[in-house]
């Protein structure tokens, strides 16, 4: 435990560190924006760039891998929603914000620094094969859950197709067959921008958060919190290792990965429907919050 203690820790005090600087005023709401932009739009895609095109690992994923995190993803997904319709009284697009937030984890600024930090190079192939179809499938099936039979697919697939992460997945593929033709000063130059994409992300999230904030309480968010931090990777770590076959190395990946905190994108949707917004951040900032200590104890278990 003190070992996953010691891996996990420094990862959140970057994230402390964007938030002190926000709250101190040395970082400014816009700044922790760009910052954020900068990552999404940039580093983080030159990271998995330069992941995929120069992997030696094979690109095949087994099946039981997709259908133990998307299974447990499922499964979260509806459990949040039932309490927060059934318990606490949602309706409509909030109680969609609170299924999103308890099944949509923060892979940029939390997971993927934290998984690369805890497994090193023999998880980029896993983790990054995860987060290509992470975003556009709880993407795709919140929109359509908010918008029902209005829902454009085509506007959806527009939106997909046009993000930066997406595109440094596709081009990570495409281009690895003659990663070794490319020439070494433009990989001096992905090297640095993929070296910045870790520290500037989470202190990116951590002026994200000193901005948000608990807006919507305690109770509702709390309930959404422990489905995101207990409920979800308990559920993959049952189906990768009782149901579904997943090689051995890739289910400490997936387990971590459902264990991260809820994603920004809960926020993003609640914030583009004006519904939920509250909600969705409180929901950020407290897992986020408590992650350092539940992602210690699944790294810990992983890894025992």
Same mark, same amino acid.
């Given at each position: 435990?003190?070992?996953?203690?010691?891996?996990?820790?420094?990862?959140?005090?970057?994230?402390?560190?964007?938030?002190?600087?926000?709250?101190?005023?040395?970082?400014?709401?816009?700044?922790?924006?760009?910052? /954020?932009?900068?990552?999404?739009?940039?580093?983080?895609?030159?990271?998995?760039?330069?992941?995929?095109?120069?992997?030696?690992? $094979?690109?095949?994923? =087994?099946?039981?891998?997709?259908?133990?995190?998307?299974?447990?993803?499922?499964?979260?997904?509806?459990? !949040?929603?039932?309490?927060?319709?059934?318990?606490?009284?949602?309706?409509?697009?909030?109680?969609?914000?609170?299924?999103?937030? /308890?099944?949509?984890?923060?892979?940029?600024?939390?997971?993927?620094?934290?998984?690369? +930090?805890?497994?090193?190079? %023999?998880?980029?192939? =896993?983790?990054?094969?995860?987060?290509?179809?992470?975003?556009?499938?709880?993407? &795709?099936? /919140?929109?359509?859950?908010?918008?029902?039979?209005?829902?454009?697919?085509?506007?959806?697939?527009? +939106?997909?197709?046009?993000?930066?992460?997406?595109?440094?997945?596709?081009?990570?593929?495409?281009?690895?067959?003659?990663?070794?033709?490319? $020439?070494?000063?433009?990989?001096?130059?992905?090297?640095? *921008?993929? %070296?910045?994409?870790?520290?500037?992300?989470?202190?990116?999230?951590?002026?994200?958060?000193?901005?948000?904030?608990?807006?919507?309480?305690?109770?509702?968010? &709390?309930?959404?919190?422990?489905?995101?931090?207990?409920?979800?990777?308990?559920?993959?770590?049952?189906?990768?290792?009782?149901?579904? =076959?997943? $090689?051995?190395?890739?289910?400490?990946?997936?387990?971590?990965? /459902?264990?991260? $905190?809820?994603?920004?994108?809960?926020?993003?949707?609640?914030?583009?429907? +004006? &519904?939920?917004?509250?909600? !969705? &951040?409180? %929901?950020?900032?407290?897992?986020?919050?408590?992650?350092?200590?539940?992602? %210690?104890?699944?790294?810990? *278990?992983?890894?025992?």
């Amino acid at each position: 435990m003190l070992d996953a203690l010691a891996t996990v820790l420094p990862i959140f005090g970057l994230v402390l560190v964007g938030f002190a600087a926000r709250k101190l005023g040395i970082i400014d709401d816009k700044a922790g924006t760009g910052l /954020a932009q900068f990552v999404f739009a940039i580093a983080l895609p030159c990271l998995i760039f330069d992941t995929l095109a120069r992997s030696d690992a $094979p690109l095949d994923e =087994p099946w039981g891998y997709w259908a133990s995190y998307f299974g447990a993803l499922g499964l979260t997904w509806l459990v !949040a929603g039932l309490i927060a319709r059934h318990v606490f009284g949602t309706v409509g697009i909030e109680t969609v914000v609170a299924g999103f937030s /308890a099944a949509q984890s923060n892979t940029v600024l939390i997971g993927v620094p934290l998984i690369l +930090k805890a497994f090193g190079e %023999a998880a980029a192939v =896993p983790l990054f094969l995860l987060v290509a179809i992470h975003l556009p499938i709880t993407m &795709s099936v /919140a929109t359509l859950l908010v918008e029902g039979r209005g829902a454009s697919l085509g506007a959806i697939a527009r +939106k997909l197709a046009t993000h930066p992460i997406l595109i440094g997945i596709a081009a990570g593929a495409a281009l690895r067959p003659i990663a070794g033709e490319i $020439p070494e000063p433009a990989w001096r130059i992905i090297d640095m *921008l993929s %070296a910045a994409a870790a520290p500037a992300a989470l202190v990116a999230m951590g002026v994200a958060l000193a901005r948000y904030g608990m807006e919507a309480g305690w109770p509702l968010p &709390s309930a959404i919190t422990a489905c995101k931090l207990a409920l979800h990777p308990l559920l993959v770590f049952l189906l990768a290792t009782f149901v579904f =076959p997943v $090689p051995q190395a890739w289910i400490g990946v997936a387990v971590m990965f /459902a264990a991260c $905190p809820s994603g920004i994108n809960a926020f993003l949707l609640a914030q583009t429907y +004006k &519904s939920g917004v509250g909600l !969705a &951040s409180s %929901a950020v900032a407290l897992s986020t919050a408590l992650a350092v200590l539940t992602m %210690a104890g699944w790294l810990a *278990l992983v890894t025992g």
